[in-house]
């Protein structure tokens, strides 16, 4: 599926994939990453474009 493309390889860090930080994993993670990188869309969520920690406090999981 679509969602896959977004999916960290690692399978830990999954707040990783939420690429409208909307705190769910859902096909709108994948739409957003496609057009940020074809159509001039929105960038990423913090801490895009460095590595870190999200801001933001969501059911998500970061790590083991």
Sequence with gaps: ?????????D???ID???VNDSGDLNITDAIS???YLFS?????AAPFP???WD???DGLRCGP
Aim: proline share 14%; net charge negative; glycine share 14%.
């Design 55 to 57: 801001p933001t406090r």
């Design 11 to 13: 399978g830990e860090n």
């Design 40 to 44: 001039a869309g929105r960038e990423p």
């Design 50 to 52: 460095e590595p870190g």
């Design 33 to 35: 990453l496609l057009g």
């Design 16 to 18: 990783a994939a939420d």
């Design 1 to 9: 599926t679509l969602v896959s493309i977004t999916l960290p390889a």
